[in-house]
């Protein structure tokens, strides 16, 4: 599993994890995608923010491997602004690639991208 260093572990001030310390023993966890509904609570949305933030400044719109990245962020994510970088895609797997779709990305989080 690599790991990306330099990443955030984790939203500054807040238990919302960014990475992981080592693989699952118990298997890989899955991504999948996950409905985002408009009344979620601010501060998901402050680290879904911060996530989008994080994926920027390290990898810009290059792929990425997906590595040592928390599957349950990424999945609030996935198939919006983080999407499938090869296919066929392996969700289960430390070494899918995963891009950010800069366009959604945009329009999804204008204050990261400072539009």
Do not use: C
């Not at 996950?34 to 989008?52: L, N, S, T, V, W």
Request: glycine residues 8%; hydrophobic residues 40%.
């Amino acid at each position: 599993m690599l790991k990306h260093r330099g990443f955030p572990g984790r939203l500054p001030g807040t238990d919302f994890q960014f990475t992981i310390r080592r693989p699952n023993p118990k298997g890989v966890t899955a991504i999948s995608r996950r409905e985002r509904f408009h009344d979620r609570r601010p501060a998901d949305r402050r680290a879904d923010a911060g996530f989008i933030k994080a994926l920027w400044i390290q990898f810009g719109d290059q792929p990425f491997e997906r590595g040592n990245l928390d599957a349950g962020r990424i999945s609030w994510l996935f198939e919006r602004e983080v999407i499938a970088g090869e296919d066929p895609f392996d969700p289960e797997s430390y070494d899918a690639l995963l891009v950010l779709d800069l366009r959604i990305a945009q329009l999804s989080f204008p204050d990261v991208f400072g539009e």
